[in-house]
Nanobody, 128 residues
Framework: QLQLVESGGGLVQPGGSLRLSCAAS????????IGWFRQAPGKEREGVSC????????NYADSLKGRFTISRDHAKNTVYLQMNSLKPEDTAVYYC?????????????????????WGQGTQVTVSS
């Protein structure tokens, strides 16, 4: 059974950093593009970032460029989201999701509708 598990969330002060991890259980992430999404209370789930199977292709929400960085470690079967200069408006539940298998090697997609497998989410709270 395909399972994604997010970790690394928590409470952080404005301006701080967190690194989220998305680990796979029961399958290899190499065959999938991976996306990070977030959902704040009362708001729709939105795309944060995605990374292609190769790791070469990435996308970011325009408002997050320069603060967030997505990466993947094939050996560890894990995808990371490094979040810097966090703001209170970044508070949300963060989800990782897998698109595939065997999507385009150097391209990732940004819509929630493109992703078939989802983790349960990790809470990120940015507050002083």
């Amino acid at each position: 059974q395909l399972q994604l598990v997010e970790s690394g969330g928590g409470l952080v002060q404005p301006g701080g950093s967190l690194r989220l991890s998305c680990a796979a259980s029961g399958f290899t992430l190499d065959r999938y593009a991976i996306g990070w999404f977030r959902q704040a209370p009362g708001k729709e789930r939105e795309g944060v970032s995605c990374i292609s199977r190769s790791g070469v292709g990435t996308n970011y929400a325009d408002s997050l460029k320069g603060r967030f960085t997505i990466s993947r470690d094939h050996a560890k079967n894990t995808v990371y989201l490094q979040m810097n200069s966090l703001k209170p408006e970044d508070t949300a539940v963060y989800y990782c999701a897998a698109d595939g298998p065997l999507t385009l090697f150097n391209v990732c997609r940004k819509s929630t509708a493109d992703y078939d497998y989802w983790g349960q989410g990790t809470q990120v709270t940015v507050s002083s």
